[in-house]
C-alpha cells in the first residue's frame, strides 16, 4: 500500500495549484463518512452518521491514527439523511471553502513565524450508498458505477 502522495491524484493536484503545493505547511483532507443504526435493528429506528475528516500529509505511519482524525460532525435521525445530507454538511462545506479560498493565519511554531495556512478536501471516503448521498450520484439501476457508467455488464 503507498501513501496518497505518491498517487497521480496528488501530483494532479500539485500540478493544477502549485501555488498551494509549494507551502509545505498547507493542509490536504480526506472526509469519511460511514451510517449506522446505534441501536440494531430490533429496537425503534434511528440512524447515526459520524462525519470524519482526516489530515494527509502526514507520514504514513501517522495518518490514519486516531489523534489525526477529527470528528466533525454527527448526523442523527430516525432514517438515513438521504439527499438532505448536504443541507446537515453545510457548516463543514463553508468552513472548508473559507480554508481553501482565504487561509487562516496560523502560527509555526518551530520557525516562530505566522503563516497563512490553506487547507485543500483531496477526496472522499465511502460505500456506494454513501457515496451516493455525498455526491448525489444515484447509485441505483443502470449506472450505479460513476466509474464503469455505460460500459457496465451488470444488466
Not at 143 to 150: A, D, F, R, V
Amino acid at each position: 500500500m503507498f501513501h496518497p502522495a505518491c498517487g497521480e491524484a496528488w501530483k494532479h493536484f500539485d500540478s493544477t495549484y502549485p501555488e498551494f503545493a509549494n507551502e509545505p505547511r498547507n493542509v490536504r483532507l480526506g472526509l469519511c463518512t460511514e451510517g449506522f443504526t446505534p441501536f440494531g435493528h430490533s429496537a425503534s429506528p434511528s440512524s447515526c452518521w459520524p462525519v470524519f475528516v482526516s489530515v494527509y500529509n502526514l507520514p504514513p505511519t501517522m495518518c490514519m491514527k486516531q489523534e489525526h482524525v477529527f470528528l466533525s460532525l454527527i448526523i442523527q435521525g430516525s432514517q438515513s439523511p438521504g439527499k438532505n445530507i448536504d443541507v446537515m454538511l453545510q457548516p463543514l462545506i463553508d468552513d472548508l471553502k473559507q480554508l481553501w479560498y482565504y487561509g487562516v493565519q496560523t502560527y509555526d511554531s518551530f520557525r516562530r513565524q505566522y503563516f497563512l495556512m490553506r487547507a485543500a478536501l483531496m477526496w472522499t471516503i465511502s460505500d456506494l450508498p454513501g457515496y451516493g448521498m455525498l455526491s448525489g450520484w444515484s447509485t441505483h439501476g443502470k449506472l450505479t458505477c460513476p466509474y464503469c457508467m455505460e460500459n457496465s455488464k451488470a444488466f
